[in-house]
């Protein structure tokens, strides 16, 4: 099974909402990672949390890690047309396993 | 552009046939990742090789193989080619040994096996 599992799988929102997807993991980690998939394209790196931190922003994205719980959150705000594609998460174990990802649609 | 170069970009072949998918890092990436992407299974973790050596195994079939050359291109081979083969697959690489830094993914060659 993988590492990660992301939820919910797929999100449909109006442009300029925001778009909250949550992804969760069974092992320890030293860092996570999310990144977008645009449809049939390569998975582009967003943004890298390590495991001493909570919180990290870039941009409109905003990413939170609970170790505790072991659970993190991507939030896309004020999203656009162009946020519209898959989500995933990855965790740094040794073969850097992803998630089945979220879909987002975002809607004119 | 990723730097990641993955040639051919898609194929169509037929059952038990043998396919050569090729990747190229990006320039001064020592690590080759290789993972299939289908809609029942999701992104998998094939195979990882590190400066011509065999890194880390994932759920790579025993029809499947993988190499990494001198000049640290990779070949992904996968042989006895079934209906369920068909999928996207992607190399990604990076510049270390570790999984814990970005990795860089190409645009992936899209495999049908009819």
């Known amino acids: 099974s993988q590492q990660g599992e992301e939820d919910p799988q797929a999100l449909s929102i109006q442009e300029g909402e925001n778009a909250t997807m949550n992804c969760s993991y069974k092992?320890?980690?030293?860092?996570l990672q999310w990144y977008r998939q645009n449809s049939g394209r390569g998975l582009v790196h967003l943004i890298l949390?390590?495991?001493?931190?909570r919180e990290k922003h870039s941009g409109r994205l905003r990413v939170t890690l609970d170790t505790s719980k072991k659970s993190s959150s991507l939030l896309i705000t004020a999203s656009r047309a162009a946020d519209t594609a898959s989500y995933f998460c990855a965790t740094d174990d040794y073969k850097l396993s992803f998630g089945a990802g979220t879909t987002v649609t975002v809607r004119a | 552009d990723s730097g990641v170069t993955q040639t051919p970009k898609h194929l169509i072949t037929a059952t038990g046939q043998r396919v050569t998918l090729r990747c190229s890092p990006r320039s001064g990436d020592l690590s080759v990742y290789w993972y299939q992407q289908s809609l029942d299974q999701g992104l998998q973790f094939l195979i990882q090789?590190?400066?011509?050596?065999?890194?880390a195994k994932g759920n790579i079939l025993e029809r499947f193989s993988a190499q990494q050359f001198p000049d640290l291109h990779s070949e992904l081979n996968l042989s006895s080619l079934e209906l369920g083969d068909s999928a996207l697959y992607f190399c990604?690489?990076?510049?270390?040994?570790?999984?814990?830094?970005?990795?860089?993914f190409g645009e992936g060659s899209r495999l049908t096996v009819l």
């Open positions: 090789y590190y400066n011509g050596e065999e890194r």
């Open positions: 990604a690489s990076s510049r270390g040994s570790s999984n814990t830094g970005e990795l860089f």
């Open positions: 949390i390590r495991s001493n931190e």
């Open positions: 092992t320890s980690i030293n860092n």
